[in-house]
């Protein structure tokens, strides 16, 4: 069993930054591939971003590459998403998902955080 922990997220301005943690207990999380997954409100859920258990390949959705950078300490046992120059419509509910299978895309997510709101907005 893994239990997921999101943190880092919070009220923004536009073109601002935040880091946003994934920490898992209960099991080694470099067993897992790794996702960022987002919901804004009425919308469906989206996958953003996903880190190979290795660290080795990472994939983006094409609405934040260059802007967002996903990385993952396994010693710390915890995965990261770098969020820069954010903008309105990155609002939404982030969540992170664990996949037993190594590699990305995350299709089959064994485990999922509670989530953290962001919210971008002047």
């Known amino acids: 069993q893994v239990q997921l922990v999101e943190s880092g997220g919070g009220l923004v301005q536009p073109g601002g930054s935040l880091t946003l943690s994934c920490a898992a207990s209960?099991?080694?999380?470099?067993?897992?591939?790794i996702g960022w997954f987002r919901q804004a409100p009425g919308k469906e859920r989206e996958g953003v971003s996903c880190i190979s258990a290795s660290g080795a390949t990472t994939d983006y959705t094409d609405s934040v590459k260059g802007r967002f950078t996903i990385s993952r300490d396994n010693t710390k046992n915890t995965v990261y998403l770098q969020m820069n120059s954010l903008k309105p419509e990155d609002t939404a509910v982030y969540s992170c998902?664990?996949?037993?299978?190594?590699?990305?895309?995350?299709?089959?997510?064994?485990?999922w955080g509670q989530g953290t709101q962001v919210t971008v907005s002047s």
């Open positions: 209960g099991s080694t999380l470099g067993n897992y591939a």
């Open positions: 998902a664990a996949q037993s299978f190594r590699l990305c895309p995350i299709m089959t997510p064994d485990y």
